[in-house]
C-alpha cells in the first residue's frame, strides 16, 4: 500500500496529498469537452449523460463512501425534477434559480427522511428505502392535479440561461449547463471527499459501531451526508426536467433507483470517477444496444452485472485500480 | 352492508394466501440462510410458465403440471446455487442484492424472448370454477382451493422444520454453521436442500397464481416488492409471522382498492414503512 508512507508523515499531509490533481483527472475533464467537436449529433446523450452521470455521484456519497444502501434514491431526483417542472410551468422559468429551489426542496425532504434512515441498517434499510421510494411515486401518481400522473407534467418552459443561451435541439446549451453543473458539483464532492469528514464517512462504512467509539457521532454524520446526497440528487433531477422540458412519472420509478445502483457499481462504488464512468459506459452502451432489440438489453446488463459481481467486486475502476497497482508492482 | 364486508375480506385474504404461497419460500431461503434473494419471483416465474407450457403445449392437465413446476424451479435454482449464489452467503446485502436482481433482468429478457409479452392464462378444472353461495355471499371455488393449499403449507412447513431431523439440521445450520459442522451436519448440503425447497415453493406459487394475477415476463418484477414486503413485514425466518403479514397486505390492497381506490398501492407501501420503523425485524423477527 503506498499510502501507508503518506499516512505516517501526518494526517494532513495524507490528506493534501489526496487532493492534488492528477494528470490522469485532468484528462478526464478535457475528454468530456470532446463530444463539442467529434460527436456534435449526440450532445443530447451526452447531456442525459452528464445528468445520470451527478446522480451517480449523489448516490456514490452515500452508498459508495458511507455504506447506506438505498434502493430509493430516484424519490429526490424525482422530487428535483417535479420541483422544477412545476416552478416552471406556474411561471418561473429561470434556470438556476430553479435548480437551486428544486435542490433545497430535494434536500428538506432528505434532511427529513435522514432522521428515519439514519436509524436502520441491512435488509430493513433496504426495505426502508425501497418502500419510501414507491409511497412517493404512488403519491405523485394519486396527485395528478398537481403532477399530471400518468400522463406526465405538460407546458414547462424554461427561459434561456441568463436570457442569452437557449435550450436548442441539438443540445449543445443542454450539455454546455449540464457539465457546466456536475463539474462543480463534483469539485464540492470531492473536496468534501477529502476533508476529515469524508474520511469518518469510510469510518462509517467499515464499522459503524466502533465510530462513536472514537469520538466520531455516526449518526449525525449520516444525517449530513444523506442530505447533501439528496440536494445533488434533486440538481440531477432539475436538470433533466429544465433540459428535456418534461417531467413523467418515470423520474421516481423503482427502475431509476435501481438503475443507478447498477450504474455506480459497474463503475465502482466509494470512487468519485466511478459513478461517471459508469454512466458513460451504461448510457453509451444502451444507446447502441437497444437500437437493435431494446427489448433484450436487459439480457445484457443482468449478466453483466452477475459478471460484475463475481468476478470485480470494486466495478471496472476498482478493476482498473487493481490492474495497474499489480503491473507497477511487477515493474518496481 | 355485510355482504360486500365479508366478500371484500374473503378476496382480500385469498389474496393474502397467494402473496403468501409467492412469498414462503422466500421466507425461508432468505429468513434462515440471510440470503438476499430478489431473484425469488424469477423462480415463481419459471414455475408459471412451465405449467402453461405444459398445459398448452403437452395437454397435462393442470394439476399434474404443479408438481413439475416445483421440480423445474428447484432444479434451476439448485444449479444457480452451486454455481453462483453459495459463493455469496457470506457477502454483504448489497452484493446478494446485486446478482439476484441482475438474474431478474435475465429472466425477464428471456422469458419475453422465449414467449412473448403476452398475458398467458391456464385451464383449470372444471370443479374449479365457478363460486359457491353461502349466507347470500358468493364465494370464487378457485380462491377456496387457494386458501386450503396455503393453510396445508403453512403446517407441513412449521411441522417439518420443528419437528424433522432435516429441519432441526436446517435450524443447527442457520444458528451456528461451525458448531453444526463440528457435529457432522453437511452444512452445504443442508442449505442447498433449503434452497431447492424455498424456490419450489415459489414455482408451485407461480403455477397457481397465474388464474388469478395472469402471467407475464414482467411477472418477476411486479410481485417481487409485494414479496419482500410480506417477508420483512413478517420477521425473517418466521413461517406464522410471513402468513399474518400476507394476510395483512391482502386483505389492506384488496380492502384499500375497493373502498379508497384513489390511494392505489399508497396504502400498503406505507403500512409497510410504519411497521418496520415501529419494528425494524418485522411482526414476528427475532433479530
Redesign the interface.
Known sequence: MAATSEITAGPLAYLRAQTRWRPIEIAFWLATLLPFFLFPNYLVLASQIAITALFALSLDLILGYAGIVSLGHAAFFGLGAYTAGIISKYGWGEPLSGLVIASSVAAIVGYAMSFIISRFRHLALIMITLGLGLLLHEAANSASWLTGGADGLQGVKIWPIFDRFKFDLYGYTAYSYSLIVLFIVFLVSRRLIHSPFGLALRGIRENPVRMPAIGAPSRAHIRKIYTISAAIAGIAGALLAQTTETVSLEVLSFGRSADVVVILILGGAGRLYGGLIGAIIYMVARDQFSGINPQYWYFWIGMLLVAVVMLLPNGILGGLAKLVSSVRSRAS | MIGPLVGVLFDGFAYGMLLFLLSVGLSVT?GMMNF?NLAHCAFAMLGGYVSVTLVQQAGLPFFATLPVAFLAAALVSVALEQT?FR??YRAN???Q???T??????????A??IFG?IHQAVTVPAYLRGSISFMGVSFAVYRLFLVGVALAITIILILALEYTRFGAQVRAAVDNQRMARGLGINVEGVFALTFALGSGLAGLGGALAIEIIGLDPSFA?TFL?YV??VV?VGG?GSIGGSFVAATLLGISDVAGKYYIP?????LI??V??TL??WR??GLFGKR
Open positions: 432468505l438476499v453462483l459463493r455469496l446485502e448489497l452484493d442484492v446485486l446478482l436482481i441482475g438474474i431478474v433482468f435475465m429472466s425477464v429478457a428471456a419475453a424472448y409479452t418484477f416488492i419482500l414486503i420483512a425473517l384513489e390511494l392505489g398501492a399508497f407501501y406505507l409497510m414503512v418496520l420503523m425494524p425485524a
